[in-house]
């Protein structure tokens, strides 16, 4: 027998009032004002979902906002919030200055760069894993939407196509951009993944 789960990962509007500054896990209120970019969203995505979001204002606002885009339609429950799809903890870093903290070419830090007082992306892709290995369980063959962070997609990417953390840092993930990904089931056979899209923009 033969199970698809599939994922459907919303990276959250943009932040306002950051001044180009680095948030991570501060929790920043986001624009939600685009709203044929809402609607494109609410029609990608399928109805009766499974809607997860993370602890922070910013992905709770953008689904929010996706889901009044399409007023009347069968949505699914109210979101799930889920800690382990939080955005890096950038610590001390947090609240700087993005010109003056970063240091890689394709994200804030190397993958296994610590910031003072927070965590590596190898933690934050460890946690990801394990937030959804329990909802493919819990969830087996249903479809998920996930509005949650850059981080946490790149995450995703990276457990879905078995990549080490630092190549996983090098996806683009912009904001309100859909990457879907498939995990199919199989009896008698390891778990599979198919990566169908990849931060596409709204439309």
């Excluded at 610590?91 to 296994?112: C, D, L, N, Y």
């Excluded at 007082?117 to 493919?136: D, L, P, T, Y």
């Amino acid at each position: 027998m033969r199970t698809l789960t599939r994922w459907y990962w919303i990276r959250h509007a943009p932040a306002v009032d950051h001044d180009g500054r680095l948030y991570g896990q501060r929790d920043v209120d986001c624009d939600c004002s685009d709203a044929p970019a809402m609607a494109a969203l609410a029609r990608a995505i399928p109805t009766d979902a499974v809607w997860v979001t993370t602890p922070l204002k910013r992905t709770r606002e953008t689904a929010a906002a996706i889901r009044k885009a399409e007023e009347g339609a069968a949505l699914g429950a109210e979101p799930i919030v889920e800690p382990l799809l939080m955005e890096q903890n950038f610590g001390a870093w947090q609240g700087q200055k993005r010109s003056e903290v970063i240091k890689h070419r394709t994200w804030i830090a190397a993958a296994e760069e610590v910031p003072p007082g927070g965590e590596n992306f190898v933690s934050v892709m460890m946690r990801v894993r394990c937030a959804i290995e329990r909802m493919n369980q819990e969830y087996m063959g249903r479809d998920i939407v996930a509005v949650a962070h850059g981080g946490t997609i790149r995450s995703a990417l990276g457990v879905a196509l078995d990549l080490a953390p630092e190549l996983a840092l090098a996806f683009a993930v912009d904001n309100l951009s859909l990457t879907v990904l498939e995990r199919f089931s199989e009896t008698g056979r390891s778990h599979d993944w198919r990566v169908v899209t990849v931060n596409r923009p709204p439309r």
